[in-house]
């Protein structure tokens, strides 16, 4: 299982917008091959920052879905709110509690 976290620090005026674009296409990532879960995560002690928590089976399964229609006008729809560059990181699960 493959852990991917993305830290999104957005323009305070543009959370709204991001929260429609989350809440249009998060049924559309849950259900894409290879995902097993999402979530959305704030940051306590910075209320501009957002971090998508997802599950995947494999590192190639992310990378389908980092290649497709819906990954590329999602994140192109929200890079354009950010008041700095994302982070993103992927993990290998190697022990589930």
């Known amino acids: 299982m493959l852990v991917r976290i993305v830290r999104m620090t957005f323009r305070e005026e543009k959370l709204a917008e991001f929260h429609a674009i989350f809440d249009?296409?998060?049924q559309h990532i849950r259900a894409f091959p290879?995902?097993?879960h999402l979530e959305l995560l704030r940051d306590p002690d910075q209320p501009s920052?957002?971090?998508t928590y997802s599950l995947w089976d494999?590192?190639?399964a992310?990378?389908?879905y980092r290649q497709s229609d819906?990954?590329?006008t999602?994140?192109?729809a929200t890079?354009?709110?950010f008041a700095d560059r994302a982070v993103a990181f992927s993990a290998e699960q190697l022990e589930v509690l």
Do not use: P
Request: proline fraction near 0%; hydrophobic fraction near 40%; charge should be positive.
């Open 58 to 60: 494999s590192a190639d």
């Open 74 to 76: 999602t994140w192109a």
């Open 79 to 81: 890079k354009a709110l």
């Open 24 to 26: 249009s296409s998060k």
């Open 34 to 36: 290879g995902n097993r």
């Open 70 to 72: 819906l990954f590329r």
């Open 49 to 51: 920052v957002r971090m």
């Open 62 to 64: 992310l990378e389908t």
